[in-house]
């Protein structure tokens, strides 16, 4: 089984998380962002064989370190190919908002695809293409745990007013392909707090039973 490790990391508080199998010492990285050095930190000290970053979507605080991280531990990046020219857009997009110091991403090694999976020291990490918030956004799922990138939040869901958005889209990716997920899964976003499928389906202000907000499309 895969331990969870959570880090909050930059001036946009993403968050980081690490996945560790203990018995074998592999792991891999969701989503290395901004200002994540003690993630490498942390692999480094317990001596964990780092396999994939996995990225769920290119925005480029969700991606800001890959380039950094690729360089020390050698991990495959994995991601949805909708995603790519928005990868390959890093340093504008960085020096868009402000921050001025991002190193270009290397090239893709796994692209992924809708119900795909993936092992990692034999448990096995399940796909799901996600998109509205980005093109290529993706969930991945294993052991009642759903790493939603920005698609779905704790009583929120993600932009769909940036290049590639769609809130009708994104809609239908949390209705179709988070929601059908156990009500107990746990939901590990970009930002914010963890939260329930369950709790979001009742709860969330944007879609579901608790829907009350009428987006500006």
């Not at 402000?98 to 399940?126: M, W």
């Not at 932009?159 to 746990?186: A, C, Y």
Request: proline share 6%.
């Amino acid at each position: 089984m895969l331990r969870i490790e959570k880090f909050v990391c930059g001036a946009l508080e993403n968050n980081v998380y690490l996945l560790v199998a203990e018995d074998s010492h592999e792991c891999a990285v969701v989503d290395p962002g901004m200002e994540c050095g003690a993630v490498l930190r942390r692999i480094e000290k317990a001596g964990l064989i780092a396999r994939y970053l996995l990225l769920t979507h290119a925005h480029f605080d969700h991606v800001f370190s890959v380039a950094e991280f690729k360089d020390s531990l050698g991990a495959e990046v994995v991601m949805h190919r909708d995603d790519l020219p928005m990868l390959e857009r890093l340093v504008d997009s960085a020096a868009a908002w402000g921050f001025s110091n991002a190193r270009p991403a290397p090239a893709p090694d796994i692209f992924v695809e809708h119900g795909q999976t993936l092992d990692l020291a034999g448990d096995s990490l399940e796909v799901r293409h996600t998109p509205g918030h980005s093109p290529g956004q993706v969930a991945y799922i294993f052991g009642g745990n759903a790493f939603v990138g920005d698609t779905l939040f704790w009583h929120g869901v993600g932009r769909w007013d940036l290049p590639g958005g769609d809130f009708e889209l994104l809609k239908r990716s949390i209705e179709e392909q988070l929601f059908t997920l156990p009500g107990e899964t746990v939901v590990w976003p970009g930002h914010g707090e963890s939260t329930t499928i369950d709790t979001e389906r009742r709860l969330n202000p944007y879609i579901g039973e608790g829907a009350r907000f009428i987006p500006k499309l």
